[in-house]
């Protein structure tokens, strides 16, 4: 059997360029196995790995040219399987995100349905500008037969499909109907994947029989290349108005987001909050950019923050943003920052970002910026002047929140143990080298709260989109970036019972992470929210149908712990405090993946942790009758009044 590109049709004739003879998927494959990011010196490969469930429009398509590209542990492109289409680009973000948005996974599916159940995840990597490659199949474009299975027919538009879903959750979309297609596609792909100021997912849709179309393609089109990621440097008249308002700050406060995390940009950011001993909050995707006991850490903001850093931003007179999307949960829906004088000054590698809140643009790479300015911190003035008794404050302030962690982790070692005290357990079991993944539920607030950030990328926390069923899946792409570090993924119950399915894959490849399985017998988060805006909490329990026809009878009979063990988790059943702390030093120690169950205390006993210390807006029913709708909305209207806009 001869191989692609070395038989009589490869080759050069005079006087012409150098070709190779491939199928479409072929040499899609072939030329993503050529492509490479570079930073600060650095290389890593762009495309490290393709996760792909195959049907049939693309299983003779990429999944021939795959196995064509070779097989094993040395192969040029590694492939995983999947068990739902949606959980591997979840393990993609996942692996992009730890890889600090230099090293992506592509993800390839057939036509129909497994194309459709690329959106949610797509979504997921856009909303948090994380890199994923989706290569859905696509109906035939030569349409030797109208419609094909699985086809959606538009009378009014012959060139839509199913995949036309993927547009606007999409950086980029092309739908390559032609062999000579590819290539204008597939370059302008790779930029926008490596480009951090416009990554997020990118979608290549191929028709089943292009797919599988030969074509003469010129060598250099798999050729090594390099994308490299620079580190753009702010203008100078922005640096230098950025200079001013620093100098004039009395009540500065750091906002710290996931670009610093992207940028590698921790120890810059340290340099520069010491420098001026300016406290730092973090958003959910900037938690850890300093550990939790550095002198200028405060804590979470906005929503789920800490009381300490949520005064200060209520007071703050200059607040600087580093890598932040300006969330509503981050800004209390428009409601935190009071100060009727104060400015924002953004960091930010997009411009879109950067410009936010009305503030003072520095769009730059987070640590390039950060450099600059803490240069030119000191004897010139450009430090700000912070107002006496400022950075006492802030700390004694830091100091008290965390004997508030103390009392909720704090626990009987006999009795069943509430969510905080699951993550106290977990907090006095690891080092920074654990990674700890969560997204939905209740668990994101009481992580962003609570937990106690050692290192820079422990804390991995997917609230851009707060995707449940995200946790699993990412921590496989996590584990796959970082070998050999424990890995957890948090689950409650409603997050389990989505997207439990990518457990058989951990189990396949035996990558030992740690799914924590949090039984509560309902989606408790939202249940929490429905009550506090006159929704009563319906629908919110997993509960037999009562004979009023609510949910409000006995729980369900469902053993979760069974289920993960019928997937093939190792599972670790605890009752107790006591006991839970010790499945989890056996589940950390493992070499298979391992589960934890654990049925936490119901909310009527729970002495959990402190409540939102700010707002959130989830508007009420303008009219009811029902008095806890009623109540709802005055409290509602209440709040509306502190929102005001930065202009």
């Given at each position: 059997?001869?191989?692609?590109?070395?038989?009589?049709?490869?080759?050069?004739?005079?006087?012409?360029?150098?070709?190779?003879?491939?199928?479409?998927?072929?040499?899609?494959?072939?030329?993503?196995?050529?492509?490479?990011?570079?930073?600060?010196?650095?290389?890593?490969?762009?495309?490290?790995?393709?996760?792909?469930?195959?049907?049939?429009?693309?299983?003779?398509?990429?999944?021939?040219?795959?196995?064509?590209?070779?097989t094993g542990p040395d192969a040029p492109m590694p492939y995983y399987q999947g068990r739902n289409e949606q959980a591997m680009v979840h393990a993609a973000v996942g692996y992009a995100r730890q890889s600090r948005r230099l090293s992506a996974h592509a993800v390839t599916t057939s036509i129909g349905p497994g194309a459709t159940n690329l959106v949610t995840g797509a979504a997921l990597a856009t909303v948090n500008r994380l890199p994923v490659l989706l290569l859905p199949g696509d109906t035939f474009a030569t349409r030797p037969a109208d419609p094909v299975l699985q086809q959606l027919e538009v009378p009014g538009a012959g060139d839509v499909s199913v995949n036309d879903t993927l547009r606007p959750v999409s950086r980029f979309f092309d739908r390559?109907?032609?062999?000579?297609?590819?290539?204008?596609?597939?370059?302008?792909?790779?930029?926008?994947?490596?480009?951090?100021?416009?990554?997020?997912?990118?979608?290549?849709?191929?028709?089943?029989?292009?797919?599988?179309?030969?074509?003469?393609?010129?060598?250099?089109?798999?050729?090594?290349?390099?994308?490299?990621?620079?580190?753009?440097?702010?203008?100078?008249?922005?640096?230098?108005?950025?200079?001013?308002?620093?100098?004039?700050?009395?009540?500065?406060?750091?906002?710290?987001?996931?670009?610093?995390?992207?940028?590698?940009?921790?120890?810059?950011?340290?340099?520069?909050?010491?420098?001026?001993?300016?406290?730092?909050?973090?958003?959910?995707?900037?938690?850890?950019?300093?550990?939790?006991?550095?002198?200028?850490?405060?804590?979470?903001?906005?929503?789920?923050?800490?009381?300490?850093?949520?005064?200060?931003?209520?007071?703050?007179?200059?607040?600087?943003?580093?890598?932040?999307?300006?969330?509503?949960?981050?800004?209390?829906?428009?409601?935190?920052?009071?100060?009727?004088?104060?400015?924002?000054?953004?960091?930010?590698?997009?411009?879109?970002?950067?410009?936010?809140?009305?503030?003072?643009?520095?769009?730059?790479?987070?640590?390039?910026?950060?450099?600059?300015?803490?240069?030119?911190?000191?004897?010139?003035?450009?430090?700000?002047?912070?107002?006496?008794?400022?950075?006492?404050?802030?700390?004694?302030?830091?100091?008290?929140?965390?004997?508030?962690?103390?009392?909720?982790?704090?626990?009987?070692?006999?009795?069943?143990?509430?969510?905080?005290?699951?993550?106290?357990?977990?907090?006095?079991?690891?080092?920074?080298?654990?990674?700890?993944?969560?997204?939905?539920?209740?668990?994101?607030?009481?992580?962003?709260?609570?937990?106690?950030?050692?290192?820079?990328?422990?804390?991995?926390?997917?609230?851009?989109?707060?995707?449940?069923?995200?946790?699993?899946?990412?921590?496989?792409?996590?584990?796959?970036?970082?070998?050999?570090?424990?890995?957890?993924?948090?689950?409650?119950?409603?997050?389990?019972?989505?997207?439990?399915?990518?457990?058989?894959?951990?189990?396949?490849?035996?990558?030992?992470?740690?799914?924590?399985?949090?039984?509560?017998?309902?989606?408790?988060?939202?249940?929490?929210?429905?009550?506090?805006?006159?929704?009563?909490?319906?629908?919110?329990?997993?509960?037999?149908?009562?004979?009023?026809?609510?949910?409000?009878?006995?729980?369900?009979?469902?053993?979760?712990?069974?289920?993960?063990?019928?997937?093939?988790?190792?599972?670790?059943?605890?009752?107790?405090?006591?006991?839970?702390?010790?499945?989890?030093?056996?589940?950390?120690?493992?070499?298979?993946?391992?589960?934890?169950?654990?049925?936490?205390?119901?909310?009527?006993?729970?002495?959990?942790?402190?409540?939102?210390?700010?707002?959130?807006?989830?508007?009420?029913?303008?009219?009811?009758?029902?008095?806890?709708?009623?109540?709802?909305?005055?409290?509602?209207?209440?709040?509306?009044?502190?929102?005001?806009?930065?202009?």
């Open positions: 059997m001869t191989a692609p590109g070395t038989g009589p049709e490869s080759g050069t004739a005079p006087g012409t360029e150098a070709t190779r003879r491939l199928t479409v998927a072929q040499a899609l494959i072939t030329f993503l196995g050529r492509q490479y990011t570079e930073r600060d010196g650095r290389r890593h490969r762009l495309i490290a790995a393709t996760w792909g469930i195959f049907g049939h429009g693309n299983v003779a398509g990429l999944g021939q040219a795959l196995v064509e590209s070779g390559i109907t032609r062999p000579e297609a590819l290539i204008p596609a597939a370059l302008q792909a790779m930029r926008i994947l490596a480009d951090p100021a416009d990554t997020g997912a990118v979608t290549l849709a191929l028709p089943q029989d292009v797919q599988a179309e030969a074509y003469d393609w010129p060598e250099e089109f798999f050729a090594e290349r390099i994308w490299r990621v620079g580190r753009p440097r702010p203008d100078a008249d922005a640096l230098a108005d950025a200079r001013r308002a620093l100098a004039g700050a009395r009540r500065p406060l750091i906002v710290a987001g996931g670009g610093v995390h992207h940028s590698g940009a921790e120890a810059a950011l340290r340099a520069f909050a010491e420098a001026g001993s300016i406290p730092v909050a973090s958003t959910q995707a900037g938690k850890g950019s300093l550990p939790y006991d550095h002198p200028c850490d405060i804590g979470g903001i906005g929503h789920t923050g800490t009381a300490t850093a949520d005064a200060l931003a209520r007071r703050a007179d200059l607040v600087i943003g580093v890598g932040t999307r300006w969330s509503d949960f981050t800004t209390a829906s428009a409601t935190l920052f009071q100060n009727p004088d104060v400015r924002f000054l953004n960091i930010n590698i997009t411009g879109f970002d950067a410009h936010k809140m009305a503030g003072l643009a520095l769009t730059a790479d987070a640590r390039t910026a950060l450099e600059e300015l803490t240069a030119a911190a000191g004897p010139d003035g450009t430090a700000p002047a912070a107002e006496p008794g400022y950075r006492d404050a802030y700390r004694a302030a830091k100091e008290e929140w965390e004997h508030l962690v103390d009392r909720a982790y704090a626990a009987d070692p006999d009795a069943r143990p509430t969510q905080s005290q699951l993550l106290g357990a977990l907090d006095a079991l690891v080092t920074g080298d654990d990674i700890v993944i969560n997204a939905a539920g209740s668990l994101p607030g009481d992580l962003h709260k609570l937990w106690r950030t050692r290192s820079a990328d422990q804390y991995h926390v997917e609230y851009g989109y707060s995707c449940m069923g995200y946790e699993i899946p990412a921590a496989i792409g996590v584990a796959l970036a970082a070998p050999g570090r424990p890995v957890w993924a948090l689950v409650g119950d409603g997050t389990y019972l989505m997207n439990p399915t990518e457990i058989v894959t951990a189990v396949q490849e035996n990558i030992p992470l740690t799914v924590v399985i949090v039984q509560n017998h309902g989606y408790a988060s939202i249940g929490g929210l429905s009550e506090a805006v006159g929704g009563e909490r319906f629908g919110t329990a997993y509960r037999h149908r009562a004979a009023d026809g609510t949910y409000t009878g006995a729980p369900l009979p469902v053993d979760l712990a069974a289920n993960a063990e019928a997937l093939g988790l190792r599972v670790l059943r605890a009752a107790t405090v006591r006991e839970l702390g010790e499945a989890l030093a056996k589940a950390r120690t493992a070499t298979v993946p391992t589960g934890v169950y654990i049925e936490t205390a119901t909310p009527d006993t729970v002495s959990g942790p402190p409540p939102a210390q700010a707002w959130w807006d989830v508007p009420v029913a303008a009219t009811a009758t029902r008095p806890a709708a009623v109540r709802a909305r005055e409290e509602y209207e209440e709040q509306l009044t502190a929102r005001r806009r930065h202009l």
